[in-house]
C-alpha cells in the first residue's frame, strides 16, 4: 500500500447518524414525494443528488431551498454534532511514518470538510473534494482516480475506506483495494463487494495498520 484513503462522511467522521436524522426530521417531507428514502440520497454529492432526484420523482421543493438547506444543515452538523473516529489522527500519523501517504476523497463540498479539519485539528498528505474536480462524482471513479494522480501513486497500490454502495463503487471501479465501513449507528448497507469490511473502528484500525505494515 503506497497510499491510504479515507472518505469523511461516515468514515472519519459520524455525520451520517445526523444527516439521517435530519434527512427524516426535516427534509424529506419538504421533498414532495413519500417514496424517497434517505438511503436513496446517501453517498452522493448533494447538488447532483438534486437532479437525479427531480429526474426520477415530482419534486415540490425547488433546487435553492434544497442547496440552503444542505447549506445550514452542514454548518450544524459538522461543527457542533459530528464526532471523529476514535484513534483517527493517530492511525494517520502511524501509516505515514510507515511511508504511506494519506489522503480524504469525499463528496462534501471543501468547505464543510475545512470545518472537520480544523475542528479536530486532522492532518492528511492531500484533500480531494468531488466539487473540485469538475467531474462526476461518486459512484463514478473520477475522484479517486484523481486523488492517486495528485499523490503520484497507482491506484493498485492504494487502499480507500468507504461507507456508502457508491463510494465502494467509485473505489473499486478506479482499481483500489476498498474496505468498507460505518462509524456510527449501524444500517444495512451492502458492503459486499468492498474487499474487505471492518466491523469496527478497532478492526479498522488493525487492518489499515497490517496493509500499511506498521511496526507492532
Known amino acids: 500500500m503506497d497510499a491510504l484513503f ?25 421533498l414532495g414525494d413519500g417514496d424517497i428514502t434517505v ?8 447538488r447532483e443528488l438534486y437532479d437525479y432526484l427531480d429526474e426520477n420523482y415530482d419534486l415540490t421543493m425547488d433546487r435553492e431551498a434544497f442547496l440552503d438547506w444542505y447549506e445550514r444543515t ?12 476514535p484513534g ?64 503520484g501513486v497507482e491506484p493498485a497500490r492504494c487502499t480507500a475506506v468507504e461507507d456508502s454502495r457508491p463510494g465502494i463503487e467509485a473505489a473499486s471501479r478506479a482499481g483500489m483495494h476498498v474496505v468498507g465501513f460505518r462509524y456510527g449507528n449501524d444500517d444495512d448497507t451492502d458492503r459486499s463487494e468492498a474487499d474487505y469490511v471492518a466491523q469496527s473502528p478497532e478492526d479498522l484500525r488493525e487492518y489499515l495498520r497490517s496493509r500499511a505494515d506498521v511496526t507492532q
Open 74 to 85: 452542514a454548518q450544524r452538523i459538522y461543527s457542533e454534532e459530528v464526532s471523529m473516529l
Open 88 to 151: 483517527a489522527q493517530d492511525l494517520i500519523e502511524e501509516v505515514q511514518a510507515a511511508g504511506v501517504r494519506v489522503g480524504l476523497v469525499s463528496s462534501s463540498p471543501h468547505d464543510w470538510i475545512d470545518i472537520v479539519q480544523e475542528r479536530f485539528g486532522l492532518s492528511v498528505d492531500a484533500v480531494i473534494s468531488a466539487d473540485a474536480i469538475d467531474q462526476p462524482a461518486k459512484p463514478e471513479p473520477h475522484v479517486y482516480e484523481s486523488a492517486a494522480e495528485r499523490l
Open 39 to 46: 438511503a436513496e440520497t446517501t453517498g452522493m454529492n448533494y
Open 6 to 30: 479515507f472518505d469523511m462522511d461516515g468514515v472519519l467522521v459520524d455525520s451520517e447518524d445526523f444527516w439521517i436524522a435530519s434527512k427524516e426530521a426535516e427534509l424529506l417531507e419538504q
